[in-house]
């Protein structure tokens, strides 16, 4: 079972007998049912029994209804309502729009509407470029989905992706100060998608693609880059391979390894897979030395209509052609980088490895490989959880990212910018505070978005010179 996680956190109000060990009892049922007790409140007291709302941490939806039957069973103790704390926070959603300036009185009124909003108007018509210094151009980021690969929960559609660009909407704002807001098309035809960001790109100064499945994000970017005169990031691909990098760079320091050197195996070359080594190659990695595997095990050849993103991972990486399955593939390699799917490594596999090896198991909620176990023989190990040390997040990379290139004024995105800001989030470990359970600092650290942002500024302000 997993360890107990605030993302199953649940209420339960229960009335409760009176007798002076009864709150015990309640915590222990939960404890033994494999929950967390986290709050105990009395919400109302009788002569005969107690109403008692008990909040406390589950490892998943089965394990929240096995606690709320453990309480049931508890003789003199009844259920009365169970809420779960996830689903009470979306109701109504997690954002939304205010006004930046008064509107009290007639003159405001005035000068923010009719008749005065006219004059900027005709502003904005007469130099267009205008619209980033005098609208929420300036400051406004898209996040644009179709629902087809999203989380880990696969081709689940627009409406039901939405509580996700939602709440990667709210980190924009809370770490970065940048505006953005939902864009869920209920479209998956790259044609279709692309026409329409185009037609919505005047109100934006930028494009966060999120979840849409390979091989048609490539597509979808590419265009999207080349037809609009803002910045265009898939955080999906980017956003990862720069926090991967961040934590590489000081995993290798921990181990005292040089990229140039490592043998690295990287399990998933989807979007974010292709993106890491791509960027880990820009960043000195030995594309001799890195071996990407799918589901079949090692990539040695193109597939039939896979495109270019597989013909180039061939061209330019596992250069002997080993062939084999990903626990063959591991053996004797210094990094594995895990982006694909639960449990397909075992422990056994990572002490095929070499000595001081690094794995990031980052697959989502379950990673590829038993975090505990991988740390018996693995020297550094990172995951994309919050409950483990080591958490590879995105949310470290891509509000700053965004901030820089609004800052920055730049349409373009390059591999300069992604390095600057995978070296900025490292920067933000000192030396001092550098160990083999701390190689990324905090997603609160709040030394880390302004970091990156003026990281990626200043490569944005180099290039236009």
Known sequence: MSAPSPG???TV????????????????????AGGQVTALDVAESRHDAMIADVSCNASGEDNAEQITDAIDALDGFVVKKTSDATFLLHIGGKIEVRPKVDLKHRDDLSRAYTPGVARVCLAIAEKPEDARRLTIKRNTVAVVTDGSAVLGLGNIGPAAALPVMEGKAALFKQFANVDAWPVCLDTQDADEIVNIVKALAPVYGGVNLEDISAPRCFEIEERLRDELDIPVFHDDQHGTAIVTLAALINALKVVNK??????IVVSGVGAAGTAIIKLLIAAGAQGKNIIGC?????????????????EWLVEHTNPEKRSGSLSEMLADADVFIGVSAPNILTVNDVATMADAAIVFAMANPVPEVDPIGAAEHAAVVATGRSDFPNQINNVLAFPGFFRGLLDGGTSDIEDEMLSAAAEAIAGCVADSELNASFIVPSVFDPEVAPAVAEAVAEVAKAKRQ
Do not use: Q, W
């Open 8 to 10: 199953y956190s649940i």
């Open 13 to 32: 109000r229960v009335e409760c007998p009176t007798d002076p060990s009864a709150t015990a009892r309640l915590s222990t049922a939960i404890a033994e």
């Open 294 to 310: 799918d589901s079949k095990g090692a990539v040695t050849h193109v597939k039939e209509g896979s495109g270019a993103t597989r």
């Open 258 to 263: 040089r990229i140039e050197d490592v043998r």
